[in-house]
């Protein structure tokens, strides 16, 4: 006689059949920030999610910013981190931090567990393999425009290497920092250029994991999770604060990707092991779904 257990697996497989067949070729782009990538048994989880989505014949991509190594490596070298609306304030001292945690630590770390993993991966970022392209920034407030220093939003995403890589069966693993026109590092919002990557790609799915449970009315309680939320009542929440500092430029970044196609966009959280597979390949899902409502 079957054990419990053993008819549950096979009764989660069966659930997951569905998405399987649906998302099958499918291009997906996954954020990967916070907590989601400081925590290494989070992170391996996170990795072995992405090969098997890969090994299930989906395309995943992943984009990742590394805001707090990058604060760590500031400490480091004496610099005092400074943000405005969760943007980081870039001089070249700074722009030299960041490209090197971002390049060589964070995205050079990744590719080698994908393929400690059994999977195939590639960096994005320099020569013929450059993904991201852009321009300075100036960031815009309510007292008017702010000078950011070396940071740049993306005016450009060189899709075909993306997909040339994604669609042979390779995992693009893409820091974000893009090469302006005259050939120089500028710093990028992680979410922004995240969903840059997924209009660019008419992806299916954008999903950012990051180290919270979704968006919350209250932050101090994981049980105020709100499971969907329109455009509309995400700028509600922002004008009364309860979306604010870093969570703005990743909701913005979400509408953004909708409004230019994407389908669907979600915040998970990714401190939870294998969330990424509940989302994608159960009926209940997990985090916040965003939609552009009516």
Known sequence: MQSTEATRKAEVLIEALGYFRRFRGSLIVIKLGGSAMEDAEALRATLQDVVFLETAGLRPVL???????????????????????????????????????????????????????????????????????????????????????????VTRIDRKVIEDFALGGVVPVIPSVALDANGKWLNINADTAAAAVALALGAEKLVFLSDTPGILMDKSNASTLIPTLDAKGCLDLMRRKIIDEGMIPKVEACLDALRGGVRKVHLVDGRSRHALMLEIFTDKGTGTEIVLGS
């Open 63 to 153: 984009v990742h910013g590394g805001g707090k190594a990058i604060d760590r490596a500031m400490a480091e070298a004496g610099l005092q981190p400074k943000k405005v609306r969760g943007r980081r304030v870039t001089d070249e001292g700074t722009l030299s931090i960041v490209v090197r945690v971002l390049r060589e630590e964070i995205c050079g770390g990744i590719v080698r567990q994908i393929r400690d993993f059994g999977g195939r991966a590639v960096g994005l970022h320099g020569g013929s393999q450059q993904a991201l392209f852009g321009e300075k920034l100036l960031l815009e407030t309510e007292e008017g425009p702010v000078d950011l220093g070396q940071v740049g939003r």
